[in-house]
């Protein structure tokens, strides 16, 4: 819940969304039900067997407006302070709604954002296995940018101060992983 409430309080901050349009707007995975067990396979090899392949996403209700979409996957128990960025991924045509498994390995259509480790790419879910499992959040942010407006390699935050006022609707679904 207040991983939720976060992630409302964020996209309020980002661009003044009406409450009702990001009820309307929803995402979700064939993969995992929300606040279920992300599969194995999107963690990484040292930690479950996985291969940091990105589950398949989509979702639907989409605001009037938008001309792009931006993906981030975020895990808010990462130890050592403000969470972990695992995945950043914008300039995603509005006529795309929704991502095959292992989306942005190469794949044409979006711009690849950099994750906590530096890289433009999913990077796979490895919490500590002595922690509880973490709460790992997909978000979903439909905007008025053009798919190329912005430049590759943003991080997270450098995301965010782009998109401020550019947000028409926020989407997130919550999956949990653990060793």
Known sequence: MIVRTFVVALALILGGVASAQAAAFTVSSP?????????????????????STSPPLAWTNVPAGVTSFAV???????????????????????STTSLAANF???????????????????????PPPTNAPHHYT??????????DALAPKLTRDALFAALHGHVKGLASIIGRYGQ
Request: glycine letters at 24%; aromatic letters at 12%.
């Open 72 to 94: 981030v996957l975020y895990d808010p128990d990462a130890p050592g302070g403000p969470g972990f960025v695992h995945w950043v991924a914008y300039g995603i045509p509005a």
């Open 138 to 147: 997909f978000s979903i942010y439909a905007t008025d940018l053009a798919p």
């Open 104 to 126: 942005g390995a190469g794949a044409a259509g979006h711009v690849g954002g950099a994750n906590g480790g530096g890289s433009d790419v999913f990077l796979g879910y490895c």
């Open 31 to 51: 993969a995992f039900s929300d606040g279920g067990t992300l599969p194995t396979s999107g963690a990484q090899e040292k930690c479950g067997g996985g291969s």
